[in-house]
């Protein structure tokens, strides 16, 4: 959520800051703006409330030009979406500033500048930042040690960048609690919320650290500590590619993603595993040593990751013989926790700046787990840089909100810690190069399920003037099944549920009608008999039922006017994840036929770096 791109060169910096903006949409926001310092020496400023397109409607009719300049998009947290709230913020007709997070102690510094004489034009949290460096250039300092001033007074999380008229060749930024980034060019400098805002312009990237304050010029950046002293903050070139970002010949990029998945599992799981076993050192050369001693296991992770977490108890419980928590971040970081010997901390998040597991991770290590553990998809994230151990799930850009190959190749990587710590618990060699083959297996297996589209297109006709529907699953596709809701609701704005199928009886038969379709997922194992007494229930209720069955299961809906549609899943250990594409795609196209906007879903965000 937020997205803030910000450039010093010996170019027009216009055309990039807008440029960036658009590779920021998938954040999620509600209003758009840039500020730059012209030829003249003047501070202009353009805002837009909606889409960036509306800034560019601006641009076109209104030109602005200059070398230097900032802009965002917003997520409203402080007052409603509209012009006058979106960033830039200006203050004294001098300093411009934007920013991604909360101040906690807003109210408090506003009553104070107010008292100074500083009138405030938003509802933002964010005006106060800008008025606190005009206050501190007012007293005679430059721009670093201003901003350095101002961000001491602050409480809470924030990313910013700040620039001043009156030194119009440079710019400054800091961060807590939020990500930043410095692009390294020839003759230019940028700062961004994440790479994906300035791939176009650069490769080489520098990662700011919690506390830092950088300054940066055409020619030049330097960077202080949370300490105030100067920091070396290694440069990073980056793996992405700006054609990762475009959305090609598909009409929204999570149509583009979930196709993606085949490879994006592949390269998950390539040079990891052997023809039986797990390669050594995938998770750090300190692993081992760690893994060896761990006893039990505590995932923390939020949305579609705590998906993935649930998915993994059952595998580290059935097949690691390790027991296994897993906890909402934000919940598991406001309660008192106890954590038994030799407990490994896993951490998952797409992003790696999601705040919730990003505290959650931090307090972690106040409470003596053996160790830290990361499963993330962006290499340079504060997730994977703050963590003992990582596994980095090489999903590639994910720009739809509603994660896709995100979920699938946290579940790949999950799939390889549980091989391992079974390995390591003494799992029947056999038994484990049997479960080493079948994950080697799921990429093709997922491209066979991305086969099903058409059919599922069709089914998704009967979901159009729906307002509710249930999911059921047992055992292991129980998260799978809380996952195919949460991406209904999510795109389609289609009230979902999640019930372990056991439960019908215990609440949820209540609603079952001819209005209330019925999502099913049917693999071939111990728990089908159980299913297909509860599908009988929803049938003798009237309910239309859509059924997901494994190939080999033996599911009939007997002319009922349900729907079966059949899966190769290839065994019980990857089916989680073979039967999560259908699922995505029936959201997906239910979506597309209700004309909701399917890659930005409203109200929603793509990284949520804020509580």
């Known amino acids: 959520m937020c997205g803030i791109v910000a450039a010093t060169a010996q170019r027009d910096v216009v055309p990039i800051l807008i440029a960036g903006l658009n590779a920021l949409e998938y954040r999620g926001y509600d209003s758009a703006g840039v500020a730059v310092i012209d030829a003249g020496g003047a501070l202009q400023r353009m805002r837009a409330a909606g889409k960036v397109r509306e800034l560019e409607a601006q641009y076109a009719s209104r030109p602005l030009a200059g070398v230097t300049g900032i802009a965002h998009t917003r997520w409203a947290t402080h007052g409603v979406p509209s012009e006058a709230n979106a960033h830039p913020h200006v203050s004294g007709g001098r300093v411009a500033v934007v920013h991604n997070g909360i101040i906690e102690n807003h109210a408090e510094l506003r009553g104070e500048l107010q008292r100074a004489g500083y009138e405030f034009h938003s509802e933002t949290d964010t005006e106060v930042i800008g008025h606190l460096v005009h206050s501190g250039l007012a007293r005679g300092l430059d721009l670093l040690a201003a901003v350095q001033a101002a961000i001491a007074r602050l409480q809470g999380a924030y990313a910013i ?16 609690g939020s990500p930043l980034c410095v692009g390294i060019g020839i003759g230019e400098h940028f700062l961004g919320s994440d790479v994906q805002a300035l791939i176009k312009v650069t490769h080489q990237f520098a990662y700011l650290e919690e506390g830092d304050v950088v300054e940066i010029t055409r020619d030049a950046m330097r960077i202080l500590g949370a300490d105030g002293r100067p920091a070396e903050r290694s440069v990073h070139e980056s793996e992405f590619s700006a054609d990762a970002v475009e959305r090609g010949e598909y009409r929204h990029y999570m149509l583009k993603e979930i196709f993606e998945q085949p490879a994006a599992i592949a ?27 761990t006893r039990r296991v505590q995932i923390v992770a939020c949305g579609t990751s705590y998906h993935a977490g649930l998915v993994a108890r059952y595998w580290l419980e059935g097949v690691a013989g390790i027991p296994c928590s897993v906890e909402v971040a934000s919940e598991y970081r406001y309660r008192h926790v106890v954590v038994s010997p030799d407990t490994l901390f896993v951490a998952i998040s797409q992003s790696g700046e999601t705040a919730d597991t990003l505290a959650a991770l931090r307090e972690g290590r106040q409470h003596g787990y053996l160790g830290s553990l990361a499963i993330c998809n962006v290499p340079e994230s504060s997730l994977v840089r703050e963590a003992d151990l990582r596994l980095m799930t090489r999903a590639g850009p994910e720009i739809g909100v509603a994660s896709t190959k995100a979920f699938t190749t946290q579940l790949a990587a999950l799939a390889l810690l549980v091989l391992e710590l079974a390995r390591l618990n003494g799992i029947e060699p056999a038994r484990h190069a049997e479960m080493v083959a079948e994950l080697a297996s799921l990429p093709r297996l997922v491209g066979e399920a991305l086969t099903l589209e058409p059919a599922i297109a069709r089914l998704a006709e009967r979901f159009v003037n729906k307002h509710h529907a249930l999911f059921l699953g047992r055992g292991v596709q129980y998260p799978v099944a809380m996952e195919g809701a949460l991406k209904l609701k999510e795109i389609s704005y289609i009230h979902a549920e999640a019930y372990p199928a056991g439960e019908l009886k215990h609440g949820p038969l209540a609603l079952v009608d001819k209005d209330m379709p019925v999502i099913a997922v049917a693999p071939n194992n111990q728990l089908l008999e159980k299913l297909k007494s509860n599908l009988e229930e929803v049938r003798a209720r009237g309910g239309e039922l859509i059924v997901f069955a494994d190939a080999g299961a033996d599911v009939s809906l007997n002319g009922t006017g349900g729907s079966l549609l059949t899966i190769e899943s290839g065994g019980h250990f990857i089916a989680p994840a073979v039967f999560t594409l259908p699922l995505q795609l029936l ?23 804020v509580e």
């Open 161 to 176: 960048a700040v620039l001043d008229r009156e030194e119009p060749d440079r710019i400054v930024g800091a961060r807590r």
């Open 587 to 609: 959201a997906y196209h239910v979506a597309v036929l209700r004309g909701t906007d399917v890659d930005q879903p409203r109200n929603l965000a793509k990284s949520v770096t």
């Open 267 to 293: 390269n998950t799981l390539e040079g990891r595993i052997g023809q039986d076993h797990v390669l050594p050192n995938i998770f750090g050369v300190d692993a081992e040593a760690v893994l060896s001693r």
